[in-house]
């Protein structure tokens, strides 16, 4: 069994999302909800957060926002290994001062970042799995509705061997890394999927990101590059990653979220 | 002073659209504006269509409906040089003629397509420029509100050179053409840009496309790539075009179109 425990009081907020925090053989997560019904499915989507970050960061509160709000989609999130309320091994910290250090002597950081989230990934991808067959036994989830992934930075290198190796994942969302340690596992991926990457990224190039998006097998796929470096991506491409989900999990975007 | 003639009845139709034929120095095209009260001025949409194309293409009022009916705009398509209700010329119908015989003998047709195009859009881009002089001098329009330029294939061939020269326009959407007689003008282009490609066009190398979005000066500029071939570019792009209009051109999206 899968220990699905709520470890928060269900919390109301003003911007009508139910928010619970949970565990999942002791990995924290969070759920966002709508505040409907119990009996009333809804598809969910499964997010990575990025490196350096945690499960509710602006950036994922934000886009579940917008699911949620807009959609009516269920938002999960659990921490990566050694981030958020997670402990730092001592393989973390190494890794971490490496990047550091890298950063400031203005060595590329990709050789750093694709080993570290290689590893990192083997970590979350069984508690990705894990945590999806706990809330899937979840009345409002459900097993048998469809799942999408979300994730940019480290939340694709997460997502992408998440996603090639979990057939119950239907639509997803990814961007904005190396295609080193990603491309074999891509080209398992036959869903469809949205890609974003930044024209003048100062850490990953042009050729690799294309790269990368270029190894899916999905059929439909899409490609959106904006102009700007690695952090300017734009905010419209939540919204678009929102429709994206819309148009692939089956629920219109309501005029709130448009 | 520019001889806008509207040529036929103003027509209003079941999906709330009201259709006005026109013509300026001669070329003809069609107004589309919503059914509201014409002192309400709104933003002006100058659409170009593909080759082998016209005005009233479905492709040209599906795009219409969506600027019309979801931001209340006004939208004006002229016919090409040769194109819609416009006499053929023996260059027309020579160059017509080598780029089929080129297609049935399996020969790459984007010399010939790059050749012609380059041809007409210097007879087009006056002819826009013209058309918009016109079309400013509507009350329900006005000479300082924002315009938009929306053409792919053919369109983008018109419209780059047309962009490049016409200050007034302050937002364009692109796509599907290729880089070698268009390149310098987009050079020239700042405003932002939408530009799509499709991923496996089987005319348009992925280079080809990916260095006509580089040239563009721009420095809000998006590609949207989609997996498919040339004439698979997905329906949801003319959405997508349809809301960097609302975001560009000031008026949000109603929940019609989105």
Redesign the interface.
Known sequence: MYSLQFTSEPSSYPNGLLERDFTVNGVPGVLWSPLSDPADRAPLVLMAHGGGNHKKHPAMSGRAQRLVSGCGFHVAVIDAPGHGDRPRTAHDEAEIAELFRARAAGEPEGPIVVRYNDHLARLAVPEYRATLDALQELPEIGADGPVGFWGINMGTAIGVPFVASDPRVTAAVFGQHWPDALAEKAAQITVPIEFDLQ?DDEHIS?EQG?AL??AFA??????????GRHKDL?R?EA??AV?FFA?HLGRP???SA?
């Open positions: 024209w042009r294309l998006f270029d999905s059929t439909e796929k899409s490609l959106h590059v904006n102009a734009p419209f919204d678009s429709r148009r975007v309501s005029s448009s």
